[in-house]
Every structure is written in C-alpha cells, then in structure tokens.
C-alpha cells in the first residue's frame, strides 16, 4: 500500500525549540517536497529535493533546515530561528517533472 | 509577488449545475499545470494536469482548460456534487521543476 506518511499530526513546541517533522514515502519516487500553508495563502515551497545527498531552498527556507540521507524519507527541521513557526507543514513526493503526492500534514503550534 | 492568482476566495454553486474555478499567472515560461482539491486538515489531492502543447484535458467529470494567451486557465466540475466542496488550488511549474501554488478557491455545493 503505496504512500506518503508524515508524523505526527500535531506538534506543539516552546519558543526557542528545535523540531523535526517527519516524512516517508515508499512510491520510489526521486523528488521530494516540503511546503507550508498559512490561512488564506496557498502552499509556500521551502525545501526540494531531486536526489539523495542533494537539496535545494525554496521561497522560504529562513529557519528550516533539511536532510535526504534515503530516499525514501526527507525530514524537515523547524529550528529556533525561524521567526513564525505555527503553521501546517506538507510534505509531497514526485517523479521529477510530473504531479506532486502529498501527506496529510503536520500542524505545528509554537507555544 | 505571486506568479499564480486565483481571485476568487469563494464560489457557491447548486447541485447538479457547472462550477468554474479560475486561475491566472504571470510567467509566460510556464509549462505544466496542475489542479488540487483539498479538505481542511489534510494533505491536497492531484485531480487533473495539463501541459502547454494541449488546450483542454478532460478526466471524468473534471475539465481544465488553458489559454496560453491570456495566460489562463479554468477546472470545470459537471455536474457539481455536495462532496465536491473543498479548497481547490492551481499550481505551474516550468517542465515539472519547482511548483508555484495559488492561493485556493473554497468551493460549496449547495444540496
């Protein structure tokens, strides 16, 4: 049963904490994707990656940091320095150049 | 500055009559479109693409058009249906490459 899973659903963190948000995908895809969605603004790429070892910053990287040791999971970092954390986080996997499959989310509230 | 627009917050609709939903985008290198659907709390879900060498691409009830020069395209729902209500986004990208996403149109299908 092929898919996206990221964990966990929700997050909550203290100012001035780092967290990881988890993703895993096992549709052997070779892109993925972390995006944010804020209320009223479509998804805002902050990370991508086309292959292992290698990524690349999106619109809005500031504070987040990323790594793709396998291919089959990206994590995503929200660190200390991001200055507006609370959002919900997506992640989404690809074949490079065609559409994008996403998780069901993680909601992060900074406390 | 967002490359792709959709100027439509909302869009009430009857059972059973067409919905539109339309998006606008700037960046004329745009070659690959996609089309969303999305519930509260959960990931987006891929309902439709369309390339730049097609006008229209039909799956089912669901119909995109594109105007390369107006730089527009339109998802068209035949005939609308109560769970279709959800946030629909539209997303360009250059040949498959990173993905611009739209702000959403929250679409309610009246019973």
């Known amino acids: 049963d092929g898919g996206i899973t990221q964990s966990p659903k929700y997050l909550f963190r203290k100012e001035g904490q780092n967290v990881t948000l988890s993703c895993e995908q096992n549709?052997?895809?070779?892109?993925m994707y972390w995006y944010r969605q804020d209320p009223g603004q479509g998804l805002r790429l902050i990370y991508y990656?086309?292959?292992?070892?290698?990524?690349q910053k999106g619109d809005i990287a500031e504070g987040y940091s990323v790594s793709r040791e396998k291919k089959e999971s990206f994590p995503l970092t929200v660190t200390s320095a991001q200055k507006n954390p609370t959002a919900f986080y997506l992640c989404?996997?690809?074949?490079?150049?065609?559409?994008?499959?996403f998780g069901p989310g993680t909601r992060l509230t900074v406390l | 500055d967002q490359q792709v627009k959709q100027n439509s917050p909302s869009l009430s609709v009857q059972e059973g009559r067409i919905s539109i939903l339309n998006c606008d985008y700037t960046?004329?290198?745009?070659?690959?479109f996609l089309w969303y659907k999305k519930y509260p709390a959960e990931g987006p879900t891929f309902l439709i693409s369309?390339?730049?060498?097609?006008d229209k691409n039909e799956d089912g009830r669901f119909t995109v058009f594109l105007n390369k020069s107006a730089k527009h395209l339109s998802l068209h729902i035949v005939p609308s249906q109560p769970g279709d209500s959800a946030v629909y986004f539209c997303?360009?990208?250059?040949?498959?490459?990173?993905?611009?996403f739209g702000t959403g149109t929250s679409l309610t299908v009246i019973p």
């Open positions: 549709l052997n895809h070779d892109a």
């Open positions: 997303a360009a990208s250059v040949q498959g490459n990173q993905f611009y």
């Open positions: 989404a996997s690809s074949i490079i150049g065609r559409e994008q499959f």
């Open positions: 990656s086309q292959i292992v070892n290698d990524f």
């Open positions: 369309i390339s730049s060498i097609k």
């Open positions: 960046n004329s290198m745009f070659d690959y």
